[in-house]
């Protein structure tokens, strides 16, 4: 939602760059009239109701002229609010949930820090003082502090590995927080996200943005949150659900991992929004194969399925089929292969009478795990 003043331009920031570097910066504008705070509060009122997470980014520029305004009314409906000071009265952010200032910022605030120890000492006194939740302080090269009062404070050393442009480092900070926060994580582990993304995010030339790939590629699987158990995932639904959001579910041992996985898992994500992928457990298999399988170990499975850009979520189950994880999730979208008959799928009449809908997809012929083993065996016994 956008407050728009007839007689107010845009500012326009103009960046020289050499070799890839920004030299310095131009920016073009017009102090802001002061009528705008009182509209901005009430698109701020309208927006309220549907927010777990507020990020008020401050600049100076006069639209956060009432802010103590936006934090009561946010703090009162219990949204977590989040700030990115500018200036030196940090009096103005009284109770919000946190501020991120930078070392500079803070420092002027709160006086310049000898070490680790004065920095804590002074943001714990700084956070009583403005009954803030948390500060978290980002400190260049030397990563970020996350100081909370009754707790342990949390240092992380940067995560950058070549800095080409710092440009929109902070609001990639305080964006990734809000996310994790929103998402339902703790502080801390917030901080952790945020701080790798910050590190993407300098590596890149300009205002660039931090895409969900390159942070799960830079996570690695076991890190990106995509392996979970049910009472995380159940969790995440009901997010997703409150965000309109079509899940999909299927299952499977994926014991060795081919094309035909890929082909499958593929489509079936394009069937929805979020694709949950249940794998059975090492001992399910072996029910279901045999002894031998499975070749892989679960652990190993869910690594591989998590590091496909397809698949959302991974969870493992450990009955013989996931009829009951099923009753649990209540996917909207139940996703087979084709040589399984609708009435042989597991959940599809739960899924069915609950309104949901039940695709089989078709398999790439002479793609499957079972042939794969059979080939490496006659290899072995050729040789």
Known sequence: CFVRQANLSTITKERVISQHQQLLRLDYEQSVPTPVPGQLFEVFKSQLEAARVIVLSDYAKGCLADVEKLIQHARERGVFVMIDPKGTDFNRYRGASLLTPNQHEFEAVAGGCRDDADLVSKGMNLCRELDLEALLVTRGEHGMSLIQPGQDAVHLSTEAQEVFD???AGDTVIATLATAV????????????ANKAAGL?????????????????????????????????????????????RIVFTNGCFDILHAGHVSYLGQAADLGDMLIVAVNSDASVRGLKGDGRPVNALEQR??????????????????????????????????????????????????????????????????????????????????
Request: charged letters at 20%.
């Open 201 to 245: 995010s300098v590596a890149k030339l300009g205002a660039a943005s931090v895409t969900r790939q390159e942070m799960n590629q830079a996570l690695g699987p076991l890190h990106s949150g995509k392996i979970i158990d049910e009472a995380g995932l159940l969790e995440v639904l009901t997010h997703a659900r409150e965000a309109n959001q």
């Open 302 to 383: 869910m690594q591989v399925l998590a590091g496909l850009e397809a698949v959302d979520y991974v969870i493992a189950f450990d009955t013989s089929d996931p009829e009951s994880l099923i009753r649990q999730l209540q996917p909207d979208v139940l996703v087979k292969g084709e040589d399984y008959e609708e009435s042989e799928i597991a959940g599809a009449a739960f899924v069915k009478s609950c309104g949901g809908e039940v695709h089989r997809i078709a398999l790439e012929q002479g793609r499957s795990t079972s042939a794969i083993i059979a080939a490496v065996r006659a290899l072995e016994q050729g040789s």
């Open 182 to 193: 929103a998402s339902g994580y703790p502080l801390a582990d917030a901080m952790f996200y």
């Open 166 to 168: 710092v440009t929109g």
